[in-house]
């Protein structure tokens, strides 16, 4: 859809604020084009002093009422069409938060957050400059100069009103003209400027990896390049101004001494009296203004549209993984899970990152996966939430093919731990209630207990309404981690997934934190990522995946009497912790 019809979807909502708007813009300037016809008036009957005392008085409180009228009016033209175009700016901004909520993780793996922060910002910004301020800019030129025409055709000379329309015709063809151009500007700045975003909010999270890898001067030299490219799009933007906005007072000066000059002339052959030759020149000072607004509007809406180009991409992109035409009404699952020659591919790889992967969870089985780095663990779990779309009859949940199961459904049945263990800017009690609607306290804090971080949060200052500072920065690798497993605990799902989620703990609070598990865990199933054989040793089953197949599957006695990679894995970390020990000893 072309970015007019677009937004006049928007327009179209809110059409009688806009035509309240209007109409009371029309009535303004209706009213303001008597002021110059009163003076005229006054003018003609002071210099053949026909006029008495009383009718000028009638003439002035003609004035009065209608600057009185004036005032109201441009209150209410503000109210209704300034008004609208910020409850359009908030829309969008709703529906673009809404709509990205729907989108799938390969949509952010391709979209950085700068860039979409800044369609947010400064992209709607232009947005309602274009709904609002320019909207009154156009009506109020078209309007202002229609009435303004008609008087002085009527009232004074029709030559003379022709040639002070000169700038108008001009304005007109150079917006033509230079439309296309000034879009393109600004697209390509808007483009950079997103892109500085990009840079700033990276620069910004990853700040201890600058520090810790003496990377500051880099930084600041790359932000400044991108800094002067914006600059040297935006210049590009103002150059064009500079040239465009001067030619344009330079063309309006020229025009109104033109007409100065012709209605002076007809002024003195006697052609028209002086009192219109006064009129005529308060006429033309009120062309002024509808002129410079045409221009304004004109850059306003080249901006706009730039702009709107950019709301829509995010409006109109559609996401992968989403409820398909098939969905049941289940709204609860038991937690079986079944794995069906289960491949998959990540979207622009070449080779599958899992491999024919067969294998059946019955409810209230705790599965262990271990592997070594890179061999498809996280990608399984993640198929497991639907945050990546597979083929149907690959993964069936309950018996159903899991692109049949409603979307909410599922991930309302599995709480999940990831492995960056992310916590929101808030207490930790809201990001352990996170997922459920419950703020009881004695459920937070006995989830708390479950994950090992309640003695943590009761010695810190708030406790419980602690505030996680960004990315929970203000708490170890450890604390962050036992406040998300808390977090997915606190949800009871049927599926729990911990995805390396004790990885950062010591042995001993893991060796607890595994034992509060088999007890809130019971008949309910859970998986555990790991790479420690002491995370999962206690599992019901544990698949060691390698290469992105499934190479071994069973209870740890039975995989370490097969002698087979993990026996292997078990043996090294076994050798690990003794050479551990032994140093420990010696020292
Ligand atoms: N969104 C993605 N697009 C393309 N490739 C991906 C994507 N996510 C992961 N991969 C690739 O898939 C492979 C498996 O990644 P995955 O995160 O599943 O491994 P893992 O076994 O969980 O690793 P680790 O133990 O280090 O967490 C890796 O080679 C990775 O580069």
């Not at 004036?70 to 969008?92: D, K, M, N, S």
């Not at 087979?564 to 078990?570: P, R, S």
Request: aromatic share 8%.
């Amino acid at each position: 859809m072309k970015p007019l019809p677009f937004i006049m979807q928007y327009v179209r909502r809110y059409k009688y604020r806009y035509i309240a708007g209007i109409l009371t813009l029309f009535a303004v300037d209706a009213a303001s084009v008597f002021i110059p016809k009163l003076t005229g008036i006054i003018t003609d009957g002071l210099t053949a002093r026909s006029i008495t005392w009383s009718s000028i008085r009638t003439c002035l409180l003609g004035i009065f009422l209608i600057g009185l009228l004036l005032a109201v009016g441009r209150f209410l033209w503000r109210y209704f069409l300034f008004g609208t175009a910020r409850i359009i700016e908030r829309e969008l901004r709703n529906e673009m938060f809404s709509h990205l909520e729907t989108m799938d993780v390969e949509y952010y793996n391709s979209h950085k957050t700068g860039d979409l922060m800044t369609r947010f910002t400064s992209d709607l910004n232009a947005v309602r400059m274009a709904l609002g301020p320019a909207v009154i800019c156009i009506f109020d030129s078209v309007v202002m100069t229609l009435l303004v025409v008609c008087q002085m055709m009527y009232y004074v000379n029709i030559k003379l009103t022709l040639l002070a329309l000169i700038p108008m015709v001009i304005i007109c063809l150079g917006y033509m003209h230079y439309g296309k151009v000034l879009d393109d500007l600004y697209t390509k700045r808007q483009d950079s400027v997103s892109n500085l975003a990009d840079f700033v909010q990276e620069s910004f999270s990853g700040i201890r990896v600058i520090k810790a890898f003496v990377r500051k001067q880099a930084e600041i030299l790359s932000f400044s390049k991108k800094n002067q490219d914006t600059m040297d799009k935006s210049m590009r933007i103002a150059k064009l101004e500079a040239i465009l906005i001067p030619l344009l007072d330079v063309i309006i000066g020229f025009s109104s001494l033109a007409s100065l000059l012709y209605g002076g002339y007809l002024a003195l052959i006697g052609q028209i009296t002086l009192g219109r030759f006064v009129a005529f020149n308060q006429y033309v000072n009120m062309l002024v203004w509808p002129m410079l607004a045409c221009s304004e509007a004109a850059v306003m809406f080249s901006q706009g549209t730039a702009s709107i180009r950019r709301v829509q991409e995010i409006l109109e992109a559609q996401t992968n993984v989403k409820d398909t035409a098939s969905v049941t009404t289940l709204d609860t699952l038991h937690g079986d899970i079944r794995f069906d020659h289960l491949t998959f591919t990540h979207l622009g790889n070449t080779s599958p990152v899992l491999h024919d992967i067969n294998l059946d969870i019955p409810s209230g089985t705790t599965l262990a996966i271990i592997g070594r780095t890179g061999n498809g663990k996280s990608t399984l779990v993640n198929l497991l939430l639907r945050l990546y779309n597979t083929e149907p009859g690959m993964i069936y949940l309950d018996d159903h093919d899991i692109n049949t199961i409603p979307l909410k459904t599922l991930r309302e049945n599995i709480a999940y731990v990831p492995q960056d263990n992310f916590l929101f800017s808030d207490t930790l009690k809201a990001n352990i209630a996170f997922g459920t609607k419950s703020q009881d306290m004695s459920r937070i804090i006995a989830a708390a207990k479950s994950a090992c971080i309640h003695d943590n949060i009761a010695n810190f200052p708030d406790n419980y309404d602690t505030i996680v500072g960004e990315r929970g920065v203000t708490l170890s690798g450890g604390q962050k981690q036992r406040s998300s497993i808390a977090r997915a605990l606190m949800k009871n799902a049927p599926i729990l997934i911990l995805d390396d989620s004790l990885s950062a703990v010591d042995t001993d609070t893991e060796e607890h934190i595994l034992h509060n598990l088999r007890d809130d865990r019971k008949g309910k199933t859970t998986i555990l990522i790991a790479h420690r054989i002491s995370t999962v040793q206690h599992a019901d089953l544990i698949m060691v995946l390698e290469n992105g197949e499934m190479k071994e599957l069973g209870t740890h006695t039975e995989l370490i009497q097969k002698n087979g990679i993990y026996k292997d894995m078990f043996e090294k970390q076994q050798l690990e912790a003794s050479i551990g020990e032994q140093e420990v000893a010696i020292r």
